[in-house]
């Protein structure tokens, strides 16, 4: 079993930065595809960004374009959002998902259902 915990999350205001982490605790984390999603109350789960882990990424451009970067640190069994010109939109709980399969060359999902792990996620909160 896989334990995440997410990291980073607070207040900012309106165009502000923070950046968000997802510790691992499965030493083969490095060898899977890692990723984050977001929850308002409310509103159903949405996937933000994933990366692979050959490094492959993937963005829900439709919310996040060119706002949010994912990146890994496979040294430290990490994974960060970073997330930029922050709206009161990106209101929402922030999660790290881990889909575990060893050296998946597939394309990284966007659907919660095909992520095995999840953290317990961190709050974001984005004043006007």
């Known amino acids: 079993q896989v334990q995440l915990v997410e990291s980073g999350g607070g207040l900012v205001q309106a165009g502000g930065s923070l950046r968000v982490s997802c510790a691992a605790s499965d030493g083969a984390f490095s060898r899977y595809t890692v990723g984050w999603f977001r929850q308002a109350p409310g509103k159903e789960r949405e996937f933000v960004a994933g990366?692979?882990?050959?490094?492959?990424?993937?963005y829900n451009v439709d919310s996040v374009k060119g706002r949010f970067t994912i990146s890994r640190d496979n040294a430290k069994n990490t994974v960060y959002l970073q997330m930029n010109s922050l709206k009161p939109e990106d209101t929402c709980v922030y999660y790290c998902?881990?889909?575990?399969?060893?050296?998946?060359?597939?394309?990284?999902?966007?659907?919660?259902?095909?992520?095995?792990?999840w953290g317990q996620g961190t709050q974001v909160t984005v004043s006007s």
């Open positions: 998902a881990v889909r575990q399969r060893l050296n998946d060359y597939g394309p990284i999902p966007r659907r919660s259902d095909d992520y095995d792990y």
């Open positions: 990366i692979s882990w050959t490094g492959g990424i993937r």
